[in-house]
């Protein structure tokens, strides 16, 4: 047994405590006492630092976003051709009248 889960042994914290704490640390500084029990779970589990990599990433996905909508430079892709776009509306809107 690793050195990380032999610790984490004794702070006793489970994946959904340590994420649920993960959650509450972006909001709020963990107190110093929790941080340390985070940490030790966190080193010693692969799935909660997956999962903490997973949030990072969106985090910084959600940020480039929000950057480039603010310079107007993203341009959402369009999939449907305008025409296509244009028969689905009507054939909706026709459903609605019958
Ligand atoms: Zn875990």
């Known amino acids: 047994m690793g050195f990380w889960r032999k610790l984490n042994g004794y702070v006793h914290m489970n994946c959904k405590q340590a994420t649920e704490m993960y ?3 972006v ?3 963990l107190p110093f006492r929790e941080k340390v029990r ?9 799935p909660c630092r997956f999962y903490v990599a997973q949030l990072k ?8 976003y929000r950057s480039l909508s603010r310079d107007g ?3 959402p892709v ?3 051709p305008s025409d296509a776009r244009e028969r689905i509306l009507s054939a ?5 009248r019958s």
């Open 57 to 64: 990433w969106l985090d910084r996905a959600m940020t480039h």
């Open 92 to 96: 909706v809107s026709n459903s609605e």
């Open 38 to 46: 985070f940490y030790i779970h966190y080193f010693a589990c692969a």
């Open 73 to 75: 430079k993203f341009q």
């Open 23 to 25: 959650s509450r640390s």
């Open 78 to 80: 369009r999939v449907l």
């Open 27 to 29: 909001d709020d500084a």
